[in-house]
Nanobody
Framework: VQLQAYGGGLVQAGGSLRLSCAAS????????MGWFRQAPGKEREFAAA???????YFADSVKGRFTISRDNAKNTVYLQMNSLKPEDTAVYYC?????????????????WGQGTLVTVSS
């Protein structure tokens, strides 16, 4: 499967953005999906995940501000980001896992998109 993430940009603190990740290939609904992010000089970290059936899981740093959803008919997963903070600035990557639920472990994801940059100004 190939993944294409888009929707990043520059936003002021307190604002919102919605990221999208379009998947090509078959059986999108058989993949768990996740969003990860990587800030400058830091390691890639988990942000949110969603299972085949829509169970969601969030990093503590984004809980209550971010939501993840999927539209299997459109082969797309979304990350709605609200109340953005400067520390949310990062390149955001979507990923697909052939397991039921990838969770927060990068090693459980088999496919990665190219990333989209989110910059939050103070």
């Amino acid at each position: 499967v190939q993944l294409q993430a888009y929707g990043g940009g520059l936003v002021q603190a307190g604002g919102s953005l919605r990221l999208s990740c379009a998947a090509s290939g078959r059986s999108f609904n058989a993949y768990a999906m996740g969003w990860f992010r990587q800030a400058p000089g830091k390691e890639r970290e988990f942000a949110a995940a969603i299972s085949w059936t829509g169970t969601t899981y969030f990093a503590d740093s984004v809980k209550g501000r971010f939501t993840i959803s999927r539209d299997n008919a459109k082969n797309t997963v979304y990350l709605q980001m609200n109340s953005l903070k400067p520390e949310d600035t990062a390149v955001y990557y979507c990923a697909a896992s052939r397991t039921y639920y990838g969770g927060s472990d990068l090693g459980r994801y088999d496919y990665w998109g190219q990333g989209t940059l989110v910059t939050v100004s103070s």
